[in-house]
């Protein structure tokens, strides 16, 4: 399993590689799910499989915190052009990680909240994708 | 010339250029070796081919023109030897290309002083009328010869490797049953299953319907044959991940750790990712991980051999059970 203690957690674009200094943890959703089915006259006791919500991409959002101003403007300039980000989350002692590549990101990047507290350093940062390892 | 002192002054800005993609045009570049031209001297040097006029400039063999029916250009060695590795022979290191194709006009007997060039590790290719000489050389990796008759001097190789130098839009094709411009008297079934038995490339003959077809294009590998395209794939991708390591290495001056490895090994997936995707190898993958050894990481690649459907065998039952 990753730990985020000692997690590495950003995107690539055309190679060149981005790092979130500080995260909060990272949330992955897969909406694709395999379900068992059978008719109704129960005798089937293997069933058939079938497949849904395969039009719906993953996600993966990182809670961040204060994002490096050079990095936020990357991010702000990606949602504008669309442009097609790798996203890691890497375990640096196993190596174990978790990747989506040809991401988008589904929201301007912003900063969402702006209170007294540490909370305001934080802002999520969704990315969508069809290719989740 | 320098820009103007105020402005370097104010902000002088440094450059830094992004290393280059690989270069792929030496995979779809043919050295074809040549006979010289009969009362002409040796010359010896390798020239860049890009119309009939020029090939019988330096040679009596007219039949290599039939790459240019797909290529703009090809390169020819005129030599009276195969040893390619002779000192005589200028300029050979200059050119880039991974397939050297041998005009028939050199014998079966001088065809057993080939020497390739020391640095070339490409496909040989050669025709011969000499059907058991094409099963045994085919059976040497990296060697595609095709059955040939004599008068026809080739034609069907020069053409076949033109089609599949060629590469259309960039994608590796095995060129199944192509149409081929001469026969090569190959039109029975019994000698056609015979020549496909023992892998030899060769071109089957239909005068009622068909035509002049290429019946099998494929290349040794050591211990048997491999689609054609596999060899060129491989390279191919080789080559690809070469250059994108290099590229990533350059791009973000990585450490030594474990992260760093990883993500190389992404990035270099997705390369491959890119091979599967267009349907030239059906699988493959990359583990990239930190060895022992000072800034070497330890790399594994496996793909599936590229392979090609050529025939289907099939039973027809006759009548209802």
């Given amino acids: 399993m990753i730990q985020l203690w000692r997690s590495e957690n950003g995107f690539s674009i055309d190679g060149i590689t981005y790092y979130l200094p500080d995260v909060d943890g990272a949330t992955v959703t897969v909406n694709e799910r395999k379900h068992l089915t059978r008719g109704a006259n129960s005798t089937n006791k293997k069933g058939f499989v079938y497949k849904e919500n395969s039009k719906q991409a993953s996600t993966i959002v990182f809670d961040s915190v204060n994002v490096p101003a050079e990095i936020a403007q990357i991010l702000k300039d990606a949602y504008n052009n669309e442009t097609r980000m790798d996203v890691f989350c890497i375990d640096n002692v196993t190596g174990e990680s978790i990747s989506a590549k040809d991401c988008i990101l589904t929201t301007y990047f912003q900063q969402t909240n702006v209170t007294e507290g540490e909370d305001t350093y934080n802002v999520d940062i969704e990315f969508e994708t069809f290719n989740l390892k | ?321």
Avoid at chain 2, 166 to 194: C, F, P
Avoid at chain 2, 224 to 241: D, K, M, N, Q
Avoid at chain 2, 287 to 299: A, D, M, R
Wanted: glycine share 6%.
């Fill in chain 2, 1 to 321: 010339m320098s820009g103007n002192v105020l402005l370097e002054y104010v902000m002088p800005v440094s450059r830094v250029e992004v290393i280059s993609s690989p270069n792929l045009q030496y995979l779809h570049n043919a050295l074809v070796i040549v006979k010289p031209k009969t009362g002409g001297g040796i010359a010896q040097t390798v020239v860049r081919i890009t119309s009939e006029a020029e090939l019988a400039a330096i040679t009596d063999a007219t039949m290599p023109a039939k790459l240019l029916k797909n290529l703009s250009y090809f390169y020819a060695l005129p030599v009276s030897s195969l040893d390619l590795t002779a000192a005589g022979i200028t300029n050979i290191d200059e050119y880039k290309y991974w397939t050297i194709l041998i005009d028939p006009a050199f014998t079966d007997t001088e065809l057993e002083g080939y020497k390739k060039p020391s640095n070339f590790n490409g496909v040989t290719g050669y025709a011969s009328s000499d059907e058991e000489l094409v099963i045994e050389a085919n059976k040497v990796d990296k060697n595609s010869y095709f059955y040939s008759l004599e008068d026809n001097a080739g034609s069907n190789m020069y053409e076949a490797f033109g089609a599949l130098l060629y590469a259309r839009k960039g994608i590796w094709t095995n060129q199944q049953y192509m149409a081929m411009d001469l026969s090569d008297n190959i039109a029975e079934t019994s000698t056609a299953n015979a020549m496909f038995d023992s892998r030899v490339n060769f071109v089957l003959s239909d005068p009622e319907q068909y035509g002049n077809r290429l019946a099998l294009f494929c290349v040794g590998n050591g211990s048997g044959a491999s689609a054609i395209v596999a060899p060129y794939v491989y390279e191919e991708i080789t080559t690809v991940l070469q250059g994108n390591a290099l590229t990533w290495i350059n791009l973000n001056e990585p450490d030594y750790t474990i992260t760093q490895a990883k993500l190389l090994e992404d990035y270099l997936q997705k390369t491959i990712d890119a091979y599967i995707d267009n349907g030239q190898i059906s699988g493959g993958t990359i583990t990239v991980t930190t060895g022992n050894e000072q800034f070497i990481l330890q790399g594994s690649i496996v793909i599936p051999e590229p392979s090609a459907i050529w025939r289907v065998k099939a039973t027809l039952q006759e009548g209802v059970i």
